[in-house]
C-alpha cells in the first residue's frame, strides 16, 4: 500500500484545513487508516484514526471537539478535517494503514501544517 498525503498549508489561528491521504490498491477497506503530527523536536504522535469500516473513531484529547476523521472506501482515501487550528497543531502530519488482519503497517510521507497565532 502506498499512501499519499495532501492538505497541508500555512492557516492563522483559529482557522482550518483539511488533510487528505489516498491509498494506492484495491484493498483500502481492509485498513484501518490514522493521522499522526510529529512537531520540530518532538516525537510523533497519535492524532485519530478510524476503523476499516468507518464506523469507529478514536481521538487524542488534544484535538477531541475540533478534528475529525472520515473516509470514503471508494475513492480509497481518508480525510482529517481540522478547525479550530492552535499553533499547537504545528506539525508535520502523516497518514497511516494498518491491515486490519496481519496488523501490517504503512506510513505515508508527511504534509505540512503550519498554524501562525
Known amino acids: 500500500v502506498q499512501l499519499q498525503a495532501s492538505g497541508g498549508g500555512l492557516v492563522q489561528a483559529g482557522g482550518f484545513l483539511r488533510l487528505s491521504c489516498t491509498a494506492s490498491?484495491?484493498?483500502?477497506?481492509?485498513?484501518?487508516m490514522g493521522w499522526f503530527r510529529q512537531a520540530a523536536e518532538k516525537e510523533r504522535e497519535f492524532v485519530a484514526a478510524v476503523s476499516w469500516s468507518g464506523g469507529s473513531s478514536i481521538y487524542a484529547d488534544s484535538v477531541k471537539g475540533r478534528f475529525t476523521i472520515s473516509r470514503d472506501n471508494a475513492k480509497n482515501t481518508v480525510y482529517l478535517q481540522m478547525n479550530s487550528l492552535k499553533p499547537e497543531d504545528t506539525a508535520v502530519y502523516y497518514c497511516?494503514?494498518?491491515?486490519?488482519?496481519?496488523?501490517?503497517?504503512?506510513w505515508g510521507q508527511g504534509t505540512a501544517v503550519t498554524v501562525s497565532s
Open positions: 497511516n494503514a494498518r491491515h486490519r488482519w496481519t496488523g501490517q503497517i504503512y
Open positions: 490498491g484495491r484493498t483500502f477497506s481492509s485498513y484501518a
